[in-house]
């Protein structure tokens, strides 16, 4: 389970299970060669994001029905292999499988010793204690470089990475008027806030954005919070994103609590389509480009 303990799993679990958000795989980034690419197995989302970025398809990976439906992006090529649910991966078929490396991330999926018992396996964080997670999955990413020989396609990849929001911190003005709150609704009386030590709330700090949440964070760096929370923040401005969830949706515009929301009254709010919140830097960057997109909306 890992030293964060199951009250954390289970909360991480209840967001993945609520939130439906994609990556996007950035145009113009050369492939990568990769030693014994085919070999590779996924068996969580982070560790195959990184895999795309460095330009890499792996032999298979776990929830690949649920990647094309909820993370959709960098699109996932119809020859991985699937070997079952994130938590719960079929290991005797992994086995059969006969990889070279095993990637898994922390807390989340079968033991270390189950998987080291198949093949090398290679663990990745999220995020850590000072809730940094956008270094963090920055430095799990060279990490897999390294091990793969590709250490070249991360670092053209994060200088990429940081060309993209060094170029969008100068064009992001209007986003410094007011803070942001960025949330997501997980059912009809609960949202979910992305705060600072988020990986979004870490891209915002990078933009010079300040972020609306001030409340507490949980190690992940999200806030469950009431709906009603929402009606008590200061001016803003706000991004739902939206995970699939259109009827809760409605349901909930329709009472007179959410209508009471001052971002709601003003008009201050957009819903865009979701990115996944525990991703690495792909998602990163998709967050980055909805901001931009978005910035004639105000």
């Given at each position: ?203 915002m700090g990078q933009l010079a954005i300040e972020n609306a949440w001030r ?11 009431g709906i009603e929370r929402l009606a008590t923040l200061p001016p803003l ?15 909930v515009a329709a009472t007179p609590l959410w209508r009471s929301i001052p ?36």
């Amino acid at each position: 389970m890992g030293r964060h303990g199951a009250a954390i799993d289970t909360h991480r679990r209840r967001l993945l299970a609520a939130l439906l958000l994609a990556p996007l795989l950035p145009g113009g980034l050369a492939r990568a060669a990769a030693p014994a690419a085919n070999r590779i197995i996924a068996l969580e989302w982070l560790p195959l994001e990184m895999l795309f970025a460095l330009g890499i398809t792996p032999l298979a990976a776990a929830d690949t029905h649920d990647y094309r439906l909820w993370v959709r992006e960098p699109a996932l090529p119809a020859g991985v292999i699937d070997v079952g649910q994130r938590a719960e991966p079929n290991l005797e078929f992994i086995a059969e499988l006969k990889p070279e490396l095993i990637l898994y991330s922390q807390g989340f999926g079968p033991r270390e010793a189950q998987l080291q018992s198949i093949a090398p396996a290679m663990m990745f964080n999220f995020t850590d204690a000072r809730g940094q997670p956008l270094s963090t999955v920055r430095g799990g990413l060279m990490s897999l470089a390294e091990r793969l020989d590709v250490a070249a396609a991360a670092r053209a990849h994060l200088a990429y990475f940081d060309r993209q929001l060094a170029d969008a911190r100068a064009r992001l003005d209007s986003y410094r008027r007011q803070p942001l709150l960025v949330f997501s609704l997980i059912d009809d009386r609960h949202a979910v806030i992305l705060g600072e030590t988020s990986l979004f709330g870490n891209v915002m700090g990078q933009l010079a954005i300040e972020n609306a949440w001030r409340g507490e964070n949980s190690f992940w760096g999200t806030a469950e919070v009431g709906i009603e929370r929402l009606a008590t923040l200061p001016p803003l401005r706000a991004i739902c994103l939206d995970h699939g969830d259109g009827a809760a949706r409605a349901r909930v515009a329709a009472t007179p609590l959410w209508r009471s929301i001052p971002f709601v009254r003003r008009n201050a709010m957009r819903t865009v389509p979701a990115i996944w919140i525990f991703g690495a830097t792909l998602a990163a960057l998709r967050f980055c480009r909805m901001l931009q997109a978005l910035e004639e909306q105000w």
